[in-house]
């Protein structure tokens, strides 16, 4: 039985595989306006509803079986193979970092888009759509089901929830037997590390008072600035990478009044479990004793400092080895296209299966891109790097789905 390597090549060099990117190649301008229309309808944390439902209709227009919608949002349908019911999940993810409000109108410059959300994920929805249209033109037939997921939640404080539910609580978990997330460009850059997060926000309260009539009353804005400096002299290994950032600080009513209440957020990171048990540990032992040393050298009369820690973010760490078929299947498909691999940790939609056990990847949509994450994102849709990205992606499905050639 052939290697990975081998099965590869074996597709690579198929009339088939060369009708599929024909495929794409002639339908590189249809690929480009299908990622002007998905960019330019909103899709604000927590809010996917209309880039869903017109993902889902398109996956409707392709043809696939099983088109759905489930609880959280998530959209799919299945291409059928003709195995023995293996599952690949390939997905990317509908919603983008931007509140809503925000301008999503695609700028035009050559062979530039500007957008936000542009790359990521927006183009990664379009590229799939691709890759079916080219799979069903050249008449490739997979072992493996291959399930075309647009999944929402991937940002921010959504916290993975689309992957999440589609991994542990919808009708296809314990189903999927491996995953592929398509998300930003970068096709050389696979992503076989999941880094974990936990993520809190922390509530710390008082009595409150006049600035200088209540001098010396318990303030908790102090308490927290000693929180926030404890957690900044947490010391973390460089391998496995570990980190941790206080981001967001608010509260207070007025320049001449000791708070009532302040708030801060927290950010948590590393490539190891253990160690981002550890760090959660020592985050809440400092707001423990920092809370401790503001009640003991001010005026508690009126009541004490109190913290309340709330967990808004956990997103488990994860690993696909780099021996596993899968990495060698995308690596050999990724550098047959005339790329410089590297392997990369990285907190995306992967991380849900990685932490199952389950294999899984973060690989490219193709093309180059920018900015992501802000105003200014940018990606280039100059037709040849980015047909060559999106053939090497392609072949990374077909050689982990398995294909039948004739």
């Not at 957020?265 to 707001?287: G, K, M, N, P, T």
């Not at 696909?320 to 078929?325: F, G, L, Q, R, V």
């Not at 990495?327 to 410089?340: F, L, R």
């Amino acid at each position: 039985m052939s290697g990975p390597q081998e099965e590869v090549a074996r597709i690579a060099a198929h009339p088939r595989f060369a009708t599929a990117r024909a495929t794409m190649r002639a339908e590189h301008g249809r690929t480009v306006e299908d990622i002007i229309r998905l960019t330019e309808i909103p899709a604000p944390p927590f809010a996917e509803e209309a880039r869903a439902a017109a993902y889902l209709a398109m996956l409707h227009a392709h043809g696939l079986e099983e088109v759905e919608q489930d609880e959280v949002g998530n959209v799919m349908g299945r291409r059928r193979g003709f195995g023995n019911g293996e599952t690949l999940a390939v997905a990317a993810h509908l919603d983008t970092v931007f509140p809503a409000g925000t301008d999503v109108t695609v700028r035009r410059e050559g062979t530039r888009l500007f957008a936000p959300g542009v790359g990521d994920d927006t183009r990664s929805l379009a590229v799939n759509l691709a890759f079916l249209r080219a799979m069903d033109a050249a008449g490739i037939r997979t072992r493996a089901d291959i399930l075309f997921v647009g999944d929402v939640g991937e940002e921010g404080l959504g916290d993975l929830r689309g992957v999440r539910h589609l991994f542990t609580q919808g009708r296809h978990a314990g189903k999927i037997d491996g995953f592929l997330t398509v998300d930003s460009p970068e096709v050389e850059r696979i992503v076989t590390g999941g880094v974990g997060s936990k993520r809190f926000r922390v509530l710390f309260r008082g009595p409150g008072g006049h600035s200088f009539g209540a001098f010396g009353l318990v303030n908790p804005m102090y308490a927290m600035a000693l929180a926030a400096t404890g957690i900044g002299h947490i010391t973390v290994p460089r391998q496995p990478v570990t980190t941790h950032c206080v981001s967001i600080v608010s509260g207070g009513t007025s320049v001449n009044a000791i708070p009532n209440e302040v708030r801060m957020e927290v950010d948590l990171r590393s490539r190891s479990a253990e160690e981002l048990a550890r760090l959660e540990r020592e985050f809440h032992r400092i707001v423990t004793e920092a809370v401790a040393e503001e009640n003991a050298v001010r005026d508690g009369r009126d009541g004490p400092v109190t913290a309340q820690i709330i967990a808004i973010g956990d997103r488990p760490a994860g690993e696909t080895d780099a021996a596993s078929p899968m990495v060698q299947a995308a690596t050999a498909a990724v550098a047959h296209h005339g790329y410089k691999v590297s392997y990369e940790d990285s907190s995306t939609d992967a991380n849900i299966p990685m932490s199952l056990g389950i294999p899984a990847l973060r690989i490219g949509s193709g093309g180059r891109g920018g900015r992501a994450h802000s105003l200014d994102e940018w990606i280039d849709v100059e037709e040849e790097e980015s047909l060559r990205g999106m053939a090497a992606s392609l072949l990374t499905i077909l050689a982990v789905a398995g294909v039948e050639l004739d």
